[in-house]
């Protein structure tokens, strides 16, 4: 209940300033700035333009609430948990959260750019782009779920090390199959054009082995945690 205030709370503030249209037009200048010159977007239902613009500042005040949202899941979870093992989970929600917003952002100030760009030059002359913007909103909704998952996977990674589900060598020899899957979820998700596939895929190579780097010292450090805790039992 109070995750869902304070994302109420950031909602109303996001909606009376800056308003929920200046942050659909801030959502939309990458596909904006890649369209002709005097192209606009389009709605194409009664009620389109007051909703859209809603649900994206929604959408914003849900990010901006995502700290004070995760804090509230590990207040909740806290309390089971061993001493030793609350020391591991906050680290691991801060470094979640950020990296969440981190995909997020890479996929709004570099990716989009770049493929609204490819898709505009590959588009033939004759045709005199309108996207919709429900059909944009719902781009946006699930690029910024698939870049904001993917720069979870260091987390992945260091979870199955750290609850000895595999280990790091097992995980160095599935380096290949990885890779493949990296391409093929990227296929599935992104548009149907090379560049934005590469742009999912490369940083989901990368962060897996950013994963493996860490997952090391993590590791290391579990190992240390067990004879404490069969000389205390």
């Known amino acids: 209940m109070r995750a869902l205030f304070a994302i ?3 909602f109303v503030i996001l909606f009376l300033w800056p308003g929920s249209g200046v942050i ?4 939309a200048a990458p596909l904006m700035q890649a369209l002709p010159e005097g192209a606009k977007m389009i709605a194409t239902g009664v009620i389109t333009p007051f909703m859209v613009p809603m649900k994206v500042t929604a959408l ?3 990010m ?3 700290p004070y949202v995760l804090y509230q899941t590990w207040a909740f979870v806290a309390p089971g948990l ?3 093992e609350k020391k591991f989970a906050l680290p691991i929600v801060v470094l979640s959260t950020a990296l969440f917003l981190l ?3 890479f996929c709004y100030y570099f990716v989009f750019g770049k493929v609204f760009t490819f898709i505009n030059n590959f588009a033939p002359k004759s045709i005199t782009p309108a996207p919709d913007i429900e059909a944009y909103f719902s781009f946006v909704i699930t690029m910024f779920l698939a870049f904001g998952v993917t720069f979870e996977i260091p987390i992945v990674v260091i979870l199955l090390v750290r609850f000895g589900l595999v280990t790091v060598d097992k995980l160095k020899e599935a380096r290949p199959y990885v890779i493949v899957g990296a391409f093929v979820v990227s296929a599935v998700i992104t548009p149907p054009d090379v560049l934005s596939q590469f742009m999912l895929a490369v940083p989901m190579c990368l962060l897996y082995e950013a994963g493996l780097i860490l997952s090391r010292y993590v ?3 579990a190992k240390a945690v067990e004879p404490e805790q069969s000389s205390l039992g």
């Open 82 to 84: 061993y001493e030793h």
């Open 103 to 105: 995909g997020v952002a």
């Open 60 to 62: 914003v005040a849900f």
């Open 219 to 221: 590791g290391t450090r």
């Open 64 to 66: 901006v609430a995502l």
């Open 24 to 27: 659909y037009d801030f959502l």
């Open 8 to 10: 109420a709370v950031a």
